[in-house]
């Protein structure tokens, strides 16, 4: 499965922040940083763009705090804690939402990330 592919099908668990839909285009950025590779989630009903972001390198080593936060996590299927970091987007000003594997089961989820709590 191709990237965009793959991040189109992850997407799809949420809905948009404007129409509620879930139905997601996704595009490459050319814009890269060292850590991460970004690309553009437009919503295929309301057009409302939004951006996502895989890392390129080991959280553990980019954002500690980060991999603290995931490393806390429980998954929904197995209940085991640990998870790996996939991919995560900023849908709106409230929300970013960390798209993760389960460690232990390989079950995927979504959480919410606290972001305040790491300003
Ligand atoms: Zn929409
Ligand atoms: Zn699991």
Request: proline content about 8%; glycine content about 2%; charged content about 20%.
């Given at each position: 499965?191709?990237?965009?592919?793959?991040?189109?099908?992850?997407?799809?668990?949420?809905?948009?922040?404007?129409?509620?839909?879930?139905?997601?285009?996704?595009?490459?950025?050319?814009?890269?940083?060292?850590?991460?590779?970004?690309?553009?989630?437009?919503?295929?009903?309301?057009?409302?763009?939004?951006?996502?972001?895989?890392?390129?390198?080991?959280?553990?080593?980019?954002?500690?705090?980060?991999?603290?936060?995931?490393?806390?996590?429980?998954?929904?299927?197995?209940?085991?804690?640990?998870?790996?970091?996939?991919?995560?987007?900023?849908p709106s000003?409230r929300d970013?939402?960390?798209?993760?594997?389960?460690?232990?089961?390989?079950?995927?989820?979504?959480?919410?990330?606290?972001?305040?709590?790491?300003?």
């Open positions: 499965m191709s990237e965009t592919l793959n991040i189109q099908v992850r997407l799809s668990a949420i809905p948009c922040p404007i129409c509620k839909q879930s139905q997601f285009s996704i595009n490459p950025q050319t814009e890269k940083s060292y850590t991460e590779n970004f690309y553009k989630a437009r919503c295929n009903n309301c057009a409302y763009t939004f951006t996502v972001s895989t890392p390129t390198k080991p959280i553990r080593e980019t954002d500690p705090d980060v991999d603290q936060w995931l490393g806390g996590l429980s998954c929904p299927s197995c209940q085991e804690r640990g998870a790996e970091l996939d991919l995560r987007c900023v000003v970013c939402i960390y798209f993760v594997t389960c460690k232990a089961c390989r079950h995927p989820y979504h959480e919410n990330a606290p972001m305040e709590a790491y300003e």
